[in-house]
């Protein structure tokens, strides 16, 4: 089956002026170009789109993605490796995770929380490139790619962070309230993360959202990550994003 730039547009939540960049760099081809001039892409196309976001979410310049995908790699071995640099990312997270459930607790206590524990969790552009360290040590050992870490925008990357931790959180007292996975409260949460994402190049459709969540379920990092932070929060998340996906 050939899906045409607008339809892969609508599945992939990527914009058509933005895929269209893609086939003027190299970086993603279309199947085939029909009489009337209209871009078609396959199944392999959605799969290396998939495999871009992917990277994107690293952080990493099209460039540098073009340069990747261009390896003699097969598609189960480059998304081995994205799971094992997302782990990384996801690590760095923890730690703001950690300072909101604190500050969550201090307030509902009643009770002023100490100023360094107030931003424990927020890098500096320092502790951004400590971090960033292991994962640019490994593209360049592994790949011979160069990430650059000259540049970091210390509020995005802190912004970013922080939004994934409250939506995360806010998911958990979801499920320990009762809250139903299904319930219009909990798809409206779901709505503004993936409008957060969207502003901020992260794209991810409803139904691509829903796919990641079942990923979190089969890999152990995701799902200890989930789990300790709530009972059961790993397949409430799941079913909440089917539904909101099906809505």
Do not use: C
Request: aromatic share 8%.
């Amino acid at each position: 089956m050939l899906y045409t730039v607008k339809e892969v547009s609508t599945l992939s939540n990527v914009t058509i002026k933005t895929l269209h960049h893609y086939h003027k760099i190299g970086l993603l081809l279309p199947r085939q170009i029909s009489e009337s001039g209209y871009r078609l892409y396959g199944q392999q196309e959605l799969e290396k789109l998939q495999e871009i976001l992917f990277y994107r979410e690293l952080d990493l310049s099209l460039e540098q993605i073009k340069r990747l995908l261009e390896r003699e790699v097969d598609r189960p071995k480059i998304l081995v490796e994205q799971q094992a640099m997302l782990r990384q990312k996801a690590r760095r997270l923890e730690r703001v995770m950690k300072t909101l459930e604190q500050s969550i607790q201090a307030m509902e206590a009643g009770v002023t929380m100490d100023q360094k524990e107030m931003f424990a969790g927020f890098a500096s552009e320092k502790e951004w490139r400590e971090a960033l360290r292991e994962q640019r040590d490994y593209l360049q050992e592994t790949y011979q790619v160069d990430l650059d870490t000259r540049e970091i925008d210390v509020t995005r990357m802190n912004e970013q962070a922080q939004e994934a931790v409250a939506f995360m959180t806010e998911m958990a007292n979801a499920l320990k309230s009762g809250v139903k996975h299904s319930d219009k409260r909990v798809h409206e949460a779901i709505r503004r993360h993936l409008e957060f994402l969207g502003k901020h190049g992260h794209a991810v459709t409803p139904r691509g959202f829903a796919d990641q969540t079942r990923f979190f379920l089969q890999d152990d990092f995701h799902l200890q990550m989930l789990e300790g932070q709530q009972t059961g929060l790993a397949y409430y998340l799941s079913a909440a994003a089917e539904s909101f996906a099906s809505a």
